[in-house]
DNA sequence: CTGCCTCTCATTGTCAACAATCTTGCGCTG
DNA sequence: CAGCGCAAGATTGTTGACAATGAGAGGCAG
């Protein structure tokens, strides 16, 4: 049953939101394409509405818009992801530099803390996965740390072309110290209250993971 | 007669880029409510189209929409916009970082000794509105000559909130020589190939229009 | 005169029907 | 058997009509 549902927001801003929210969590694959009438049918509304939302989500950057065959989920060639990844680089970098900036409530230290214990704690485990995840906690972590919602918008933006790139095991495996040494630097530079150690330390982390996609084979660019 | 118009494009899309320009060039003022009707007489289509222009924009951060009260050119606080000076300011010295990595060509080269030429005229002899307009054109060809398309439209919009900013006469008039010399210091950068020396000019003149921008009376905010 | 209530109208919200367009599968021809 | 149309189906593009909402005018009571 879908009653215990908090009853869904069926507004086109709350269909742009869930479809937003598919897309974020891979629930669309990059390159899919969305049918208007079985979104509307799935959420008992008109067509228009579900145009509407395509509209909102394209003029953000989730969706791609082609005449005469409505949307599909926006692709990003190899080239775009590396640029994005530049445009990432700086961003973070901001939202580090912010966080240390300000003056952090002994709450929200301790969650900066025990984010980065989590991340310790799988890398000892060898857990892969527990780390991917803690791994994305802890840099929403920073950009809600860092207190400007529209940094953190961008970032959000500038991420979308990693939704469902997996990269290889072995080389995931490879990096994870290095990965989380970075981390710790930053998350003592935050600490500190050291903006420009904070920015530097989280750049630097970034374009080493940026450097790994850009190694990534080609299949990965047209997954339909 | 507006037959020597380029026989506007009455799609979605083509309505949107109309209004874009009007906002972009002051047609609108801030908090201005778009009637949809009006503007479907207008265009000579129908109201969806219009409602889907209007939805696109609001997803580029032009519009605002009101449940039941429609769109009006979305105005920003003081706050957001001093969030996004910030933003701003890395992206903008990514962008002129980035053209200093590049190898520029010859002609490239010559378009930005040009800029900072017709910039430094202006500033000679004291034409405040000739060295805005020269401003912004060198603003926008260092994004260029960053040659990455993200970065430039992330910093499009940001630079949304400036849209109709008017800066109050004086103050501009005062700022001109430190604003152009900074300008100076940013043209030399790239033209040496230092990314480094060309990020942090850029990011310390972005954050000088800030600091002004940052002072300016409430009332700037609230206009409708 | 002031404040509140109601009614009216301008405007947005929604849909379902129809037109235009693209894809695809089939059959014909060379 | 390959290639070229052609037709049918699926999907998007567009509109006009009707419902719902909210703002403002006007009147009535205190």
Known sequence: MADDMPKQDLSSEGIAAALRGRILSGGYGLGQRLIEMDLAEEFGVGRGRVREAFRMLTGEGYLEFVANRGVLVRRYSRVELIEMGRVREVLE?????????RTLTDVQRQELEAAQARMDAAEVAGDLDAFGMENRAYHRLIEELSGNVHASEFITRV???????QMPWEEVAESVGRSNRGHR????????????????????HVRDGNAHVARLPDEVFEAR
Request: charged content about 20%; aromatic content about 0%.
């Open 159 to 165: 991420r979308i072309p990693l939704i469902r790139v």
């Open 93 to 101: 970098g901001l939202a580090a530099r912010l966080a240390a900036e």
């Open 185 to 204: 630097v930053i998350t003592a530079a935050i600490l500190a209250g050291a903006p420009e150690a904070a920015e530097v330390a989280m750049r630097t």
